[in-house]
């Protein structure tokens, strides 16, 4: 953390040097400063509830000072959490080593400051989760991932759990060499199931795709994660028309087979829905050769599938998968 330069450009397509990163920081670099033998949040009016707290921070660069940036807490005389007002906006500068949290966050009673305190700096800026995943007890859980997707009114969620891969630049770091699948990394922690509760600002249907239910117009809902497999869910403000897939009674060996796919009622403007079609032979086998994923834009939609000759005569079952939903559908031709 001593040399704290970055590849950036101002506006005018300079190089920004070390003394211009200074100032949009508002520090400088003094030595002979006395570290303390703890971490102490201070009050400000930038962040109040730092004030008193002790936190459980590594510090950076122990010659880093505060010039026009007003620290939110110290060790000693060096500050690790800088706030400077530049321009129209704010700079923080974190004086602090991050290197140790990809071994802190799986540890089951790791105590590190920093998740809080980065989520402390962001909602100084007005940025909150739009979706939190906590623990039976209500606290944030550890080692988890959230990604959303819009599609079009629609919004999807896909969370799990985040092992670590890599132990490069652990040290003396305790680790696990009997372990084969991560190296010598403990992702124990991670590697059970997990009683969450999501919670969202707002409340909105919400479906659980791969638990194929409805949870009903919510924003709050209690799931079991599973350490190896996602929860993916649909929230959507308007609840999502089913759909209706149909084929002919009868097909001919060796001709085509036209599968018709239709929304009961149109989508919202820039919505799709993926469709996992797969067949089950007469004789109750899955057929591999003809499953597929269809994207809907818009419906009626066709789909032709040439069958073989070959194929064995009777009755056959579509399952027509709707991955908005997680509902299925079922038709059958001979």
Do not use: C
Not at 9 to 33: A, C, S
Not at 35 to 54: D, I, M, N, W
Not at 88 to 115: C, I, M, W
Not at 236 to 260: D, F, H, K
Request: hydrophobic content about 35%; charged content about 20%; cysteine-free.
């Amino acid at each position: 953390m001593a040399d704290y330069r970055v590849a950036t450009m101002n506006e005018h397509g300079r190089d920004l040097g070390r003394g211009q990163l200074d100032d949009v920081f508002g520090i400088t670099q003094v030595k002979g400063q006395a570290k303390g033998p703890g971490v102490t949040g201070l009050k400000t009016q930038e962040s109040p509830h730092f004030e008193g707290q002790k936190l459980n921070l590594v510090l950076g660069d122990e010659t880093v000072s505060a010039t026009t940036g007003k620290p939110l807490a110290r060790s000693g005389q060096v500050p690790l959490i800088i706030v400077n007002n530049f321009g129209r906006g704010k700079a923080v500068f974190l004086n602090v080593e991050t290197s140790r949290y990809p071994y802190d966050h799986l540890q089951p009673n790791s105590h590190t400051s920093l998740p809080d305190v980065l989520e402390a700096l962001l909602r100084m800026a007005g940025i909150k989760p739009p979706v939190r995943v906590l623990d039976a007890a209500g606290n944030r859980l550890p080692g988890t991932e959230v990604v959303r997707f819009a599609n079009g009114a629609y919004e999807h969620v896909a969370v799990f759990r985040n092992p670590q891969f890599d132990d490069g630049g652990w040290g003396d770091l305790p680790t696990m060499p009997e372990r084969e699948w991560a190296g010598s990394i403990d992702n124990s922690l991670l590697e059970r199931d997990a009683r969450i509760t999501l919670t969202w600002r707002t409340p909105m249907l919400t479906y659980d795709i791969r638990g194929k239910r409805e949870l009903g117009k919510a924003a709050k809902v209690q799931m079991l994660l599973d350490p190896w497999s996602p929860l993916v869910m649909t929230r959507t403000p308007q609840p999502i028309p089913p759909l209706r897939a149909e084929t002919p009674a009868e097909v001919q060996a060796g001709s085509p087979l036209m599968v018709t796919l239709q929304n009961k009622a149109p989508l919202p403007d820039g919505t799709f829905r993926v469709v996992r079609l797969e067949f089950v032979t007469p004789e109750g086998q899955t057929y591999d050769l003809y499953a597929r994923n269809i994207r809907l834009e818009s419906t009626p939609h066709q789909e032709r599938f040439d069958l073989a000759y070959n194929d064995p005569a009777g009755r056959w079952q579509l399952n027509a998968h709707d991955l908005l939903t997680g509902r299925l559908v079922q038709t059958a031709f001979t």
